[in-house]
């Protein structure tokens, strides 16, 4: 079956540091696929998402590209901030409409000023 | 953004009661629903999937008897814990989705403590 693999946590970086968080995937098809964010003491967002190969989604500062050939949708942002500290998820999905996710285990990221 | 609001935010209840968990679309109609489970430091695992007017569809494993889920309308779905023990204890999210969008929203989730 489908299934998502993050990078383990937890990820502690410093402010202004470049952030990766790996995430590969493996999937039937083309699903599209999505990170998630996790503030303390709130629900899911959707941060970002790409729908087909070579697609980068971008939001905040963040992005993914969709990479079909390493089946892998790593995060990535340039330099991070201490409100960036949260749990990210990566997440996939099949088809379109309200179909349902995929997540991976998430990844818990710290900045510290 | 769509919001999802989830009722009660938080719940202790006593080994053997059932608690209900209510789920609402509040600006959009919602015509599937989701409900997750998420333990500590761990992942979202899916329950079930529930669209309107009709039965749920639960994951393997998931017990439809004592998990109920009843999606009456196009804004609220409700997850009723039936005779719930301590190893139910968890947090409880919700997703609502439309059939011509891709995204779900998600509600802040409802953590339950059975004691």
Redesign the interface.
């Given at each position: 079956g489908d299934s998502v693999t993050q990078m383990e946590g937890p990820v502690t970086l410093s402010e202004e540091a470049f952030l990766t968080i790996n995430c590969t995937y493996t999937a039937t098809g083309y699903p599209s696929l999505f990170w998630y964010v996790q503030y303390p003491g709130e629900g899911l967002q959707l941060l970002l998402k790409a729908t087909k190969a070579d697609d980068k989604g971008s939001n905040k500062g963040f992005e993914a590209t969709y990479r079909k050939e390493t089946t892998s949708f790593h995060l990535e942002k340039g330099s991070v901030q201490v409100s960036d500290s949260a749990v990210y998820f990566c997440a996939l999905s099949h088809l379109q409409g309200a179909q349902k996710l995929v997540f991976g285990q998430g990844t818990r990221l710290t900045i510290n000023p | 953004g769509a919001v999802?609001s989830?009722h009660p935010s938080w719940v202790i209840c006593k080994s053997g009661t059932s608690v209900k968990i209510e789920c609402r679309s509040l600006d959009f109609q919602?015509?599937?629903m989701?409900w997750y489970r998420q333990f500590p430091?761990?992942?979202?695992m899916?329950m079930a999937?529930s669209n309107e007017g009709s039965k749920a569809t639960y994951e393997q494993g998931v017990e439809k008897d004592k998990f109920l889920i009843n999606h009456a309308s196009l804004t609220l779905s409700t997850l009723t814990v039936t005779s719930a023990h301590p190893e139910d204890s968890s947090f409880y999210?919700c997703?609502?989705?439309?059939?011509?969008?891709?995204?779900?929203?998600?509600?802040?989730?409802t953590r339950l403590l059975v004691l």
């Amino acid at each position: 079956g489908d299934s998502v693999t993050q990078m383990e946590g937890p990820v502690t970086l410093s402010e202004e540091a470049f952030l990766t968080i790996n995430c590969t995937y493996t999937a039937t098809g083309y699903p599209s696929l999505f990170w998630y964010v996790q503030y303390p003491g709130e629900g899911l967002q959707l941060l970002l998402k790409a729908t087909k190969a070579d697609d980068k989604g971008s939001n905040k500062g963040f992005e993914a590209t969709y990479r079909k050939e390493t089946t892998s949708f790593h995060l990535e942002k340039g330099s991070v901030q201490v409100s960036d500290s949260a749990v990210y998820f990566c997440a996939l999905s099949h088809l379109q409409g309200a179909q349902k996710l995929v997540f991976g285990q998430g990844t818990r990221l710290t900045i510290n000023p | 953004g769509a919001v999802v609001s989830q009722h009660p935010s938080w719940v202790i209840c006593k080994s053997g009661t059932s608690v209900k968990i209510e789920c609402r679309s509040l600006d959009f109609q919602a015509t599937t629903m989701f409900w997750y489970r998420q333990f500590p430091k761990q992942s979202l695992m899916l329950m079930a999937t529930s669209n309107e007017g009709s039965k749920a569809t639960y994951e393997q494993g998931v017990e439809k008897d004592k998990f109920l889920i009843n999606h009456a309308s196009l804004t609220l779905s409700t997850l009723t814990v039936t005779s719930a023990h301590p190893e139910d204890s968890s947090f409880y999210i919700c997703s609502a989705g439309t059939a011509s969008q891709e995204t779900q929203y998600f509600g802040p989730g409802t953590r339950l403590l059975v004691l």
